[in-house]
């Protein structure tokens, strides 16, 4: 039996020992007021005043530490320092769910209004194996939980909904008739009901806890969560099928109906929250988070992650008590989950910066943290984060913004941007004389031919803070002298080895022969400073004849992957598509796949091109900028060492960085443990190891011979991966006639000459 609220019922102040919660929110916030924001700024979508900054709750602050196993736990989200449940929002007060430490890991509600004052907390208690898995309030202030329960002996599961009183008291509770595969994964209180989501169905149950009604979900591709407008409206919001759709339910008719909004294409929707003021329901995305109408309307960003110094990698519960407060729970870019009260603040109280547009596509959550970072560093620079990528392709919308002269100060680079033909219609501004009149880059030492191989006429563009490298490995003793790979090479080696294509070159199919030329081979074909093609080559027909002879489609349920795994070895596979990351990439082709000395080359082409260098992050600054100088002051930390020391995923730029990754690398982190005889045995923590036809082979800690052979390679590499997508799609678009047979492999070839010849004259 389980009980829920303690004899104690509601005590008041409880946690006010616990926490000066904006103390620990280093991870999610800043301290201090974020920058103003221009109000009605569209990118995508529209955009309101967007200012918040995080204020004391009665929450946190105390370590981190899991739910015990014995009695009622939480299906929790992990703070940083409690356990998280479902927050819910009513009547201006957030309910928040939470296991801590300090109280044996039981399950707590603590309620607050939205200056983190008038606290409450009511205490639960419960049985064995039992857990809380989502919670809801309704307008009135009852809490409604979903329950689940395992028998051990019976090997079963069970759920039920309870509901508590305003004073924290066990109203009733109400079994659930299901199978052991269901879950409930989202609630929704109304005044007269509580509505139930899973997988499979929507119970509704009367909040007297007297009938359960059982509805479809209205679709069958489902994607979301269920919520309500903040009022009496019950909403059923998410992805299904190529938009975000939303429902509503009608309670005369007892479903859900399709509401007007259905926002086409991926709007990447991570969680559904219950509306409030003049918006029937919020959603986040990694940018922050946004205000929904049914009226089918554009959505509204109404926080701005960024804006308000909040350093959120993915947003995992929210709930919003008023249209200027939300409490929310989050994952951040370190790994580390937190949660924070914010509140919008008047934008006239905020400190006065220059503000610095940066336009992307899409930006990952490190470069989102750099960002916040620099923002709260800096008392005289803000930099807003501009994306493209959600109302359509991310490219054609900031090319159309190009069009109209909306350009912003800082660009992130894509690989699908046209980057040469941005060059030459003088998109960039050439940062070289910044880089060397830097007082502190300029006494650094960066790996030059980085550097060299991102220049575009003899200019630099780009900041390029680190790299990954791609490329052809093969045996050394087979491939010694080789740069880069030749078709007739490969043909003739086949040949002699009488090799099946399906495995010669790793599993691969006629589609990625094409792509590894377009995507790591394209300056064998294009010379974009002369504005010139060569795709009627000898070198080209060569390619697509080659392509022809490797399967159309790759069965990967049927493929034997073991086989796979050990064909190098086997000597069935002659080379083997890898990308550098780090020192131990190397090892593990050295000593894992290979077992021997190899060697690293450029893919199949002219020869001419070893392995390719594949970007990390890469930012550029618009010539049409009036603030160069700010420009510069946020370009130049990609290049300090606070920045370049701290990449792990990547070769940083810096010498003295890539020097420190190295030795890392030579002595790893190891742990001591005494084993059956007494003796003690230090081991390397996360040693790698590889599995080949059963047999596990132990990958060594590279030694300076091995990072010797790296920084060789690393050295040597003299071209970049760059991909235009235009012209790689007039490729695959005009194969296809060959591969059919309609045309030759040099009619192909003539016409796909026209045809990017023709593009390369109107992007210039």
């Not at 689940?148 to 599961?157: A, L, R, V």
């Not at 937190?338 to 910066?353: G, W």
Request: one cysteine or more; aromatic letters at 12%.
């Amino acid at each position: 039996m389980f009980f829920f609220g303690s004899n104690n019922g509601i005590k008041k102040g409880v946690l006010s020992v616990l926490m000066a919660f904006i103390v620990s929110l280093c991870t999610l916030g800043g301290c201090g007021r974020a920058a103003s924001a221009k109000e009605g700024e569209k990118k995508g979508s529209e955009k309101v005043n967007t200012i918040y900054e995080v204020i004391p709750s009665p929450l946190t602050g105390i370590e981190k530490k899991t739910a015990s196993s014995g009695g009622l736990v939480i299906d929790d989200m992990g703070g940083d320092s409690i356990n998280y449940g479902t927050p819910a929002a009513a009547n201006g007060k957030y309910y928040v769910l939470y296991t801590s430490m300090y109280d044996d890991d039981r399950p707590s509600i603590c309620i607050f209004d939205e200056n983190g004052k008038n606290d409450q907390m009511i205490k639960l208690e419960g049985g064995e194996n039992c857990q809380v898995s989502c919670m809801s309030v309704s307008p009135d202030g009852r809490i409604f939980f979903a329950v689940n329960s395992y028998d051990e002996e019976k090997d079963k599961s069970a759920w039920e909904a309870v509901c508590l009183d305003k004073k924290g008291k066990e109203a009733w509770r109400q079994t659930l008739k299901a199978n052991d595969s269901y879950y409930i994964r989202g609630m929704a209180s109304t005044k007269d009901n509580t509505f139930l989501l899973s997988d499979t169905d929507i119970r509704i149950i009367d909040n007297a806890g007297k009938s359960v009604k059982k509805i479809s979900i209205p679709t069958k591709e489902f994607y979301g969560n269920i919520c309500t407008d903040g009022k009496d409206q019950v909403i059923l919001a998410g992805s299904s099928g190529d938009g975000f759709i939303a429902w509503k339910y009608d309670p005369g008719q007892e479903k859900f109906t399709k509401t007007k909004l259905n926002i086409k294409g991926m709007f990447g929707a991570e969680i559904v929250v219950s509306g409030v003021g003049s918006y029937d329901f919020f959603t986040s995305r990694e940018d922050g988070v946004y205000g929904l109408k049914l009226d089918g309307s554009k959505p509204v960003k109404v926080l701005d992650y960024i804006g308000s110094n909040l350093t959120i990698s993915y947003l995992q519960g929210c709930a919003v008590a008023s249209p200027k407060s939300m409490f929310l729970i989050s994952y951040g870019v370190d790994d580390a989950n937190s949660a924070a009260l914010v509140k919008q603040t008047d934008p006239s109280e905020a400190v006065k910066k220059v503000r610095l547009k940066l336009g992307c596509s899409g930006a990952d959550p490190d470069f989102r943290k750099t960002i916040v970072d620099f923002n709260k560093s800096s008392d005289k620079i803000q930099i807003d984060l501009v994306e493209y990528a959600y109302d359509e392709s991310g490219i054609s919308k900031f090319s159309s913004e190009i069009a109209k002269g909306n350009i912003p100060d800082l660009i992130y680079i894509s690989p699908e941007m046209p980057v040469e033909s941005y060059v030459s219609k003088g998109l960039f501004e050439d940062i070289e004389p910044m880089f060397k009149k830097d007082p502190v880059i300029s006494k650094n030492k960066y790996l030059d031919n980085i550097l060299d191989a991102y220049r575009i006429g003899g200019k630099m563009y780009f900041v390029t803070p680190s790299f990954n490298v791609c490329g052809m490995m093969g045996k050394e003793k087979e491939f010694k002298g080789t740069k880069g790979l030749t078709i007739p090479q490969l043909e003739k080696m086949i040949k002699k080895k009488k090799a099946d294509y399906k495995f010669a070159l790793g599993v691969v199919n006629r589609e990625m022969i094409l792509n590894w030329v377009m995507y790591y081979a394209m300056d064998t074909f294009v010379n974009w400073e002369k504005g010139t093609c060569s795709f009627n080559s000898d070198s080209f027909i060569d390619i697509l004849n080659f392509a022809k002879k490797f399967p159309k489609d790759i069965n990967y349920e049927n493929l034997d992957w073991d086989k796979y795994d050990a064909a190098v070895r086997s000597g069935d596979q002659l080379v083997r598509e890898v990308f550098y990351y780090d020192f131990h990439s190397y090892m593990m082709e050295r000593y894992g796949y290979f077992g021997e000395d190899i060697l690293y080359m450029g893919y199949p082409g002219d020869g001419k091109n070893g392995p390719a260098i594949q970007d990390g992050m890469t930012l550029a600054m618009s010539h049409e900028s009036g603030h160069k100088k700010e420009c510069w002051e946020f370009m130049r930390t990609f290049y300090l060492d606070e920045y370049q020391t701290r990449i792990e995923t990547g070769f940083p730029i810096s010498i003295s960085a890539l020097n420190a990754k190295a030795e890392k690398s030579m002595n790893p982190e190891t742990y001591t443990y005494t084993d059956e005889n007494g003796k003690e045995i230090e081991e390397v923590i996360d040693n790698p190891e590889l599995t080949l036809n059963g047999k596990s082979i132990k990958i060594p800690i590279p030694k300076q011979a091995d990072i010797d052979t790296v920084m060789k390679t690393l050295k040597s590499l003299d071209c970049r991966a760059r991909v235009d997508y235009n012209i790689s799609n007039i490729v695959l678009e005009e194969v296809g006639a060959y591969f059919s047979g309609q045309k030759s492999a040099k009619e192909t070839a003539d016409v796909i000459q026209s045809r990017v010849k023709v593009y390369i004259l109107e992007s210039k």
